[in-house]
């Protein structure tokens, strides 16, 4: 898959034909890559290339300013996603301020006029341009005259729930992070270096790895998770298979109250972390985050949370 960094990469390139898909796409999830795959395969079909245009940073992250918004991937993961369903091209448009003020009208000029775009593919709910005046009925009344065609895909619905990146980040922050699986297609996942920690897990026979995740990833709500740790290699590829691990995410109300953390338990494993980039998939939440009587009532607790992190591990296929 070939990457474009901005749209006005595409002028003067000489592109065959092209499908395009346009949207963030964060998180890649179901309904996504239904929508993309559409692309991939219509173009297929006519000998054309499948293109796939995003934003960055999220479009509503520069509109809202005062609204925090948590990603569900990183730029990486989400070209890595894109390129997984078959796209030959990716162009991540860097979203300003001054970027959102473009007419609907503008932008699709601008588009066409850089490249032969035969078809565009989006969602029914799609919406773009300044003050999102841009939407499915518009690119149909303009596709004629600019030489494309629209197709436009409906919401998909998995367990009677509209697959949306709004609503899998909620369920997320809620530690539902099985029903987010399903709705993504595959487990969520942090990631990121292992910094020093405090070392009480060391002392309680259950050392961790404090991993640092920055503010702006969905991080699943306090509590215990089975998950499966990756080791990274430094430019962030899988250096070896997934190992089981059990996850706590909170703030040690046992000990101090402290700063919120995600720190990882590798089980079957020894070694040292510390500078290491790993990824943590959350594969199901144990329980939640509670205040122990003492030392030895939370030991027996962590020994008992590794045994159910490795049955929810075998029941979900993943040990």
């Given at each position: 898959?070939?990457?474009?960094?901005?749209?006005?990469?595409?002028?003067?390139?000489?592109?065959?034909?092209?499908?395009?898909?346009?949207?963030?796409?964060?998180?890649?999830?179901?309904?996504?890559?239904?929508?993309?795959?559409?692309?991939?395969?219509?173009?297929?079909?006519?000998?054309?290339?499948?293109?796939?245009?995003?934003?960055?940073p999220h479009?509503?992250?520069?509109?809202?300013?005062?609204?925090?918004?948590?990603?569900?991937?990183?730029?990486?993961?989400?070209?890595?996603y894109?390129?997984?369903?078959?796209?030959?091209?990716?162009?991540?448009?860097?979203?300003?301020?001054?970027?959102?003020?473009?007419s609907?009208?503008?932008?699709?000029?601008?588009?066409?006029?850089?490249?032969?775009?035969?078809?565009?593919?989006?969602?029914?709910?799609?919406?773009?341009?300044?003050?999102?005046?841009?939407?499915?009925?518009?690119?149909?009344?303009?596709?004629?005259?600019?030489?494309?065609?629209?197709?436009?895909l409906?919401?998909?619905?998995?367990?009677?729930?509209?697959?949306?990146?709004?609503?899998?980040?909620?369920?997320?922050?809620?530690?539902?992070?099985?029903?987010?699986?399903r709705?993504?297609?595959?487990?969520?996942?942090?990631?990121?270096?292992?910094?020093?920690g405090?070392?009480?897990?060391?002392?309680?026979?259950?050392?961790?790895?404090?991993?640092?995740?920055?503010?702006?990833?969905?991080?699943?709500?306090?509590?215990?998770?089975?998950?499966?740790?990756?080791?990274?290699?430094?430019?962030?590829?899988?250096?070896?298979?997934?190992?089981?691990?059990?996850?706590?995410?909170?703030?040690?109300?046992?000990?101090?109250?402290?700063?919120?953390?995600?720190?990882?338990?590798?089980?079957?494993?020894?070694?040292?972390?510390?500078?290491?980039?790993?990824?943590?998939?959350?594969?199901?939440?144990?329980?939640?985050?509670?205040?122990?009587?003492?030392?030895?009532?939370?030991?027996?607790?962590?020994?008992?949370?590794?045994?159910?992190?490795?049955?929810?591990?075998?029941?979900?296929?993943?040990?």
């Amino acid at each position: 898959m070939e990457f474009l960094d901005n749209l006005e990469s595409l002028a003067g390139r000489d592109l065959p034909p092209l499908v395009l898909t346009i949207g963030v796409f964060d998180g890649v999830h179901l309904g996504h890559r239904a929508l993309i795959s559409g692309a991939v395969m219509a173009a297929r079909e006519r000998g054309f290339q499948a293109a796939v245009m995003s934003f960055d940073p999220h479009p509503d992250s520069v509109i809202f300013p005062g609204r925090p918004l948590l990603y569900l991937t990183d730029r990486a993961d989400k070209a890595a996603y894109i390129e997984e369903i078959g796209a030959d091209l990716l162009i991540i448009q860097p979203f300003t301020l001054e970027f959102s003020h473009t007419s609907a009208e503008d932008f699709i000029t601008r588009l066409t006029r850089m490249a032969d775009i035969r078809e565009i593919h989006v969602g029914e709910d799609f919406s773009f341009g300044h003050k999102a005046r841009g939407n499915v009925a518009f690119l149909r009344e303009i596709g004629p005259e600019l030489g494309f065609q629209v197709k436009s895909l409906a919401p998909l619905e998995v367990d009677g729930e509209v697959v949306k990146s709004s609503r899998i980040r909620n369920l997320i922050l809620e530690g539902e992070v099985d029903r987010a699986a399903r709705l993504l297609g595959r487990a969520h996942s942090l990631k990121g270096e292992v910094l020093h920690g405090d070392k009480r897990g060391r002392l309680l026979g259950f050392p961790t790895a404090n991993l640092a995740v920055p503010d702006r990833f969905a991080v699943p709500g306090n509590g215990v998770y089975a998950t499966m740790t990756t080791f990274l290699d430094e430019q962030g590829r899988e250096s070896e298979n997934p190992r089981p691990s059990v996850t706590n995410i909170g703030t040690r109300p046992t000990f101090d109250n402290g700063v919120r953390s995600v720190e990882t338990f590798v089980l079957d494993w020894s070694g040292d972390l510390y500078g290491q980039p790993i990824r943590v998939e959350f594969i199901r939440r144990l329980r939640e985050e509670r205040k122990f009587a003492g030392i030895d009532a939370i030991r027996a607790q962590l020994a008992l949370d590794v045994e159910n992190g490795r049955d929810a591990l075998r029941v979900a296929g993943r040990s």
